[in-house]
T-cell receptor, first 115, second 115 residues
């Protein structure tokens, strides 16, 4: 158990809908990363937050957004869902996410299925 | 831009055989980190190893060993005397040392160990 929790574990929804994925980082970790694992794109970085602020952005679609709250949990919002958004979404957390190595601890993932 | 290539999409061997998973990377950074992760059928990402780019020493951990060669931009992973429990998808990844340290993953190699 990495200490990172993600809810829900599974999510099934329809095209055009909006969903929210939730991540609680390990206690003491300030940085949260979101990754998407899909059949088409593989495992790719979406976005990083550090202590409530956006730090880095990857291949995140405009229909997707994220935020990190004062208690450091993070939410990834996916809207106008398309079939291609079906994927396993991972959250990872690290202590700081800047200079000197900070290991990323991965959550178990949320499997999103868009029908 | 950073890129990781795992040319072997799938490998299938018989138990007790040795198997090597190849990883080639591209980066303009002079210092960086390299990783291997394992994703068993249950879906979680399991951290295996991290190497710093200025440490080219090979590493052995039980039946696992890693061969890092900066001259060829390769970071190969060998499992000796493979076991059925080694069956999983294995990902090689790269990250910068400074900044966000987001992970750039290869496409993964699906390893099947047959009894």
């Amino acid at each position: 158990d990495s200490g990172v929790t993600q809810t829900p574990k599974h999510l099934i929804t329809a095209t055009g809908q909006r969903v929210t994925l939730r991540c609680s980082p390990r206690s003491g970790d300030l940085s949260v990363y979101w990754y998407q694992q899909s059949l088409d794109q593989g495992l790719q970085f979406l976005i990083q937050y550090y202590n409530g602020e956006e730090r880095a952005k990857g291949n995140i679609l405009e229909r997707f957004s994220a935020q990190q709250f004062p208690d450091l949990h993070s939410e990834l919002n996916l809207s106008s869902l398309e079939l291609g958004d079906s994927a396993l979404y991972f959250c990872a957390s690290s202590v700081t996410g800047e200079s000197s190595y900070n290991e990323q601890f991965f959550g178990p993932g949320t499997r999103l299925t868009v029908l | 831009a950073q890129k990781v290539t795992q040319a072997q999409t799938e490998i299938s061997v018989v138990e007790k055989e040795d198997v090597t998973l190849d990883c080639v990377y591209e980066t303009r950074d002079t210092t960086y980190y390299l990783f291997w992760y394992k994703q068993p059928p249950s879906g979680e990402l399991v951290f295996l190893i991290r190497r710093n780019s200025f440490d080219e020493q090979n590493e052995i951990s039980g039946r696992y060993s890693w061969n890092f060669q900066k001259s060829t931009s390769s970071f190969n992973f060998t499992i000796t005397a493979s076991q059925v429990v080694d069956s999983a998808v294995y990902f090689c990844a790269l990250s910068e040392i400074q900044g966000a340290q987001k992970l750039v993953f290869g496409q993964g190699t699906r390893l099947t160990i047959n009894p």
